[in-house]
């Protein structure tokens, strides 16, 4: 179970950071951005749900409201490669290409010629295609819309021209927010999981029950640079080698490890208020004596995560992914503990660098952005670790998810909630402790990574950088201030326990 935890870990410090785009017009010809956009389309003039597709570096900008584009029928070229001249009239019409045989500015060409007013590219994978001009050329003689969509995009509308229905389109790139307001769910998501991680023990713990000895991970300074050092390891295996088998390993992993974060937190919760509850009883082969209580939640718990797994790519999917893994870093942030600031230093610090590392300095060497490239799924047909918090966009017309890795929680909460425990030995109040500040200094950290996904223009963001200097920063600067960063560098869990004692 140990080593479990330890790799569920891995998965969680691999994604610490959140990602966004934002599409942006472009003035040379074969230089264009390459943005998202969306095809709207209509089947014999019934509007059908709007699909993603990509626009390429080379023809003419697409207008971000659909009042200024035109909608056009839909026509396979004849040969389907695009390669040589279509048997079937293209004029007035957006060309439908299949991928290969020819570079892609020699179909967009011929479909010019042939009179198209658009060209869209049948990508064979899934996944619009980042269509650019060959040998990085900057001179394009294309000028209409040139743009790329999905294999399943593609069939979709496959399956409507087959059976003799009329299709139409209309290519445009409407404008996105950076920001969307489901960033608000996830900031109150996040600080709320490390105010409830923290004060956990003191509203669920019953008074009649006597201290107990607890498993508790006291993190040292070998294992804080360990575990940073196997998570680049790990991270740019998942880069060279994801697939979607892996990525359902490690989907079997989160489910475990939300199984018993949820199992944790309910049963906690259910024998805090009901302790008469602990006495009922059964005896199980293999299990042996398990309270009955337990054993139903755990029933509960499975099925929860079944069923997630099952619909996790439904609309609502999201929901189960969130309850998961909010118990989940709650009973993480229970097992595992922080003795001191010295500790918490080399963990965050290690944190820190890992996370600026991966996300912008190693396209200098990889060529591609490796923890943005892991949390989007690129190399497993799309679909990310969970080992994240997801939000729908809810102003966003290209749908999609604000996404918070859950290392942006558990590193600072670790720190959050050692400096609850600091106070509740000193005897602090709450203005004169450190959980407040620390919690202020948390919230104002996600602030400013968002606002930074603003300035960057929806760059994907290392949370860390600001987080860390946020919460950690906040705690050495207060300690310094109020002559007590000796104490707090110095501290161990035995003190603290000896100071509870003394005050009892």
Known sequence: MAFLWYFIGLCILILSSTAHSKPTNATKSCSNEINMMLVRFWVNGAEEESLVGATAAFGSVLPTKTSRASRMPAVYTQPLNGCSASSTKLSGSIALIRRGECDFIIKATVAQQGGAGGFVLINDKEGPLEIACPNNSTISNVTIPVVSLSKAGADIIDEYMKSGKKVEMMLYSPDRPIVDYSVSFIWLMAVGTIVCAALWKKFTKPKETKEEDEEILHITAWTAVAFVISASTFLVLLYFFMSSWFVWLLIILFCIGGIEGLHNCIVTLILSKCSSCRKKTLKLPLFGEVTILSLVVLVLAVGFAIWWAVNRKESYGWIGQDIL???????????????????????????????????????????????????????????????????????????????????????????????????????????????????????????????????????????????????????VVLGAVRRELKDLWNNSEEKMAEARLGSA
């Not at 300095?361 to 952005?369: C, E, N």
């Not at 004169?432 to 990574?449: E, H, R, S």
């Open 325 to 475: 893994g909010i118990a989940l870093m709650i009973t993480v942030l229970q097992l595992a503990q922080l003795p001191n600031i010295k500790i918490a230093t080399i963990l965050l610090c290690c944190a820190f660098v890992y996370d600026i590392f991966w996300v912008f300095l190693s396209p200098s060497i990889f060529h591609d952005s490796v923890m943005i490239s892991v949390a989007k799924g690129k190399n497993a047909g799309g679909e990310s670790i969970p080992m994240l918090l997801r939000v729908p966009k809810l102003t966003d017309p290209y749908k999609g998810f604000d996404m918070l890795g859950f290392g942006d929680i558990l590193f600072p909460g670790l720190l959050i909630c050692f400096t609850y425990r600091f106070d509740e030995a000193k005897n602090k109040t709450v203005l004169n402790g450190y959980f407040l500040w620390l919690m202020v200094g948390y919230g104002t950290g996600l602030c400013i990574t968002y606002l930074g996904l603003y300035l960057m223009r929806g760059h994907g963001q290392p949370a860390l950088l600001y987080l860390v200097p946020c919460t950690l920063g906040t705690c």
